[in-house]
């Protein structure tokens, strides 16, 4: 296969991964409804930075750790559904009625970047997947570091471009989803599929 046709399977393979939603997903359609598009776009950079670090985890050889060792799998694992039931059992438990003076004035209450980013860096089936999905897109012979930057930068240009339409498309909503029983609503329900998604990690196999 050549060069160009590994980077279009791959830009292929990454489009279908970046459509399939997911927590990313519902993360940034609860951040855009509620707080609006600036703290949605906090959280989508988080996601991508956390993407990178998995890209510079595969490239300087943790992801194959993970990939290999049940105790780092399970230990990230554990870590990862701690804090999924944790930010899931709170957006559920109290979920809010309204925005406070902070988020109404555009200034930012809650790290929505370090939130994304953790969501993303605690969830050890992304290190699987880029460990084992990465290495059939580089060419034998080429930079094991180089390649697998560019192609994970491949897949954050695709997640940026998803999410920012996904931000887009609530904008002309922002009126109607900020209304108290919305805000809610959106509270609880993406605080039930953090929780599910938190049972369906603790339950996962390596």
Same mark, same amino acid.
């Given at each position: 296969m050549s060069i160009a046709e590994n980077l279009l399977t791959f830009t292929f393979a990454a489009t279908l991964l970046t459509l399939t939603p997911g927590l990313d997903t519902a993360l940034v359609l609860r951040t855009a409804t509620v707080e609006g598009? /600036? /703290?949605a776009f906090r959280a989508v950079l988080g996601i991508n930075v956390g993407c990178l670090l998995w890209g510079a985890a #595969? =490239?300087? !050889?943790? !992801? =194959? *750790?993970? =990939? #290999?060792?049940? *105790?780092a799998f399970n230990l990230l694992k554990y870590c990862g559904t701690a804090y999924l039931a944790w930010l899931g059992l709170n957006m559920l438990l109290r979920p809010r009625t309204s925005l406070s003076p902070a988020e109404t004035d555009g200034k930012p209450n809650a790290n929505w970047f370090l939130k994304g980013m953790m969501g993303n860096v605690l969830n050890p089936k992304v290190g699987v997947f880029y460990v084992s999905f990465l290495p059939q897109f580089i060419p034998q012979g080429h930079s094991l570091i180089a390649w697998t930057f560019g192609l994970v930068s491949i897949h954050v240009m695709l997640g940026l471009l998803w999410s920012s339409m996904l931000i887009g498309a609530t904008q002309p909503l922002a009126g109607i989803l900020r209304r108290e029983i919305v805000i809610e609503w959106m509270d609880r329900t993406t605080g039930m599929v953090f929780v599910l998604f938190a049972t369906r990690l603790a339950f996962s196999k390596h």
């Open positions: 598009k /600036q /703290q #595969v =490239a300087f !050889g943790l !992801g =194959a *750790l993970i =990939a #290999v060792s049940e *105790l």
